[in-house]
């Protein structure tokens, strides 16, 4: 029995998209997708500014997209994906390719999600060409993919045991999946990430108050 304070998965997912949508993704529905927003000229001149005051270049660099797929390419891949998961979107205005995904954990075992897992990072690589290159090289793709459970024992559960094994990482080619756990019963949210994201992402509260809000 769910304890007062849970939410449903129905209510969850709601959530999620409009959280996404709000920090600029574009959800697949009905096998059609709303056109994502690409990285606009004075947003790629900033991650060429950022990464050449990292490595200490200046003076003309490469910044852009050397060939953009088009439409009916990303919407093939987009559906390709969505048979892993029960809701998926997708965010490209930073230049690097950012996939949202959210799975009904509650009916699979943990063993099928590592398998699934596994299976949506081999898709990933598929996206890399939806990235912007700066300084010669593309920017990040990855996956987070949230699995929300409705009981906190199934939840602690896959934490402990299954959700390291979730994690992906192509460091050289800057693919990475990564794994948010969401504990619907206890209105709590585990988010498996690179060590660097923790120290320059503060949005721990905002995030739990975007995915928890109560819908009555």
């Known amino acids: 029995m769910q304890s007062h304070m849970s939410i449903t998965q129905e209510d969850f997912f709601a959530n999620l998209i409009e959280y996404s949508k709000e920090g600029g993704f574009s959800f697949l529905v009905d096998d059609k997708l709303d056109k994502p927003q690409m990285p606009s000229p004075a947003r790629l001149v900033l991650a060429k500014i950022a990464a050449g005051a990292a490595l200490g270049f200046f003076g003309s660099l490469s910044t852009g997209y050397s060939n953009i797929p088009s439409a009916p390419h990303l919407l093939s891949d987009m559906k390709g994906m969505s048979k892993h998961c029960d809701l998926l979107g997708i965010r490209l205005r930073d ?15 943990n063993e099928s999600l590592v398998g699934r897992f596994a299976m949506i990072h081999d898709l990933l690589f598929e996206f890399r060409k939806y990235t912007a290159r700066v300084l010669m090289t593309k920017c990040a793709t990855g996956a987070q993919v949230l699995v ?10 896959f934490n402990d045991g299954f959700a390291d094994k979730c994690k992906h990482t192509a460091i050289l080619k800057k693919v990475h999946t990564q794994p948010w756990i969401a504990d619907l019963e206890d209105r ?3 988010r498996l990430r690179a060590p660097i ?6 949005d721990e509260e905002k ?10």
């Open 95 to 109: 230049g690097n390719a950012v996939l949202r995904m959210g799975i009904d954990g509650d009916n699979i075992s």
């Open 148 to 157: 929300a459970f409705s009981e906190h024992r199934r939840a602690k559960e």
């Open 188 to 190: 709590e949210i585990n």
């Open 197 to 202: 994201e923790h120290l320059v992402v503060r």
């Open 207 to 216: 995030l739990k108050a975007g995915l928890f809000l109560s819908r009555v």
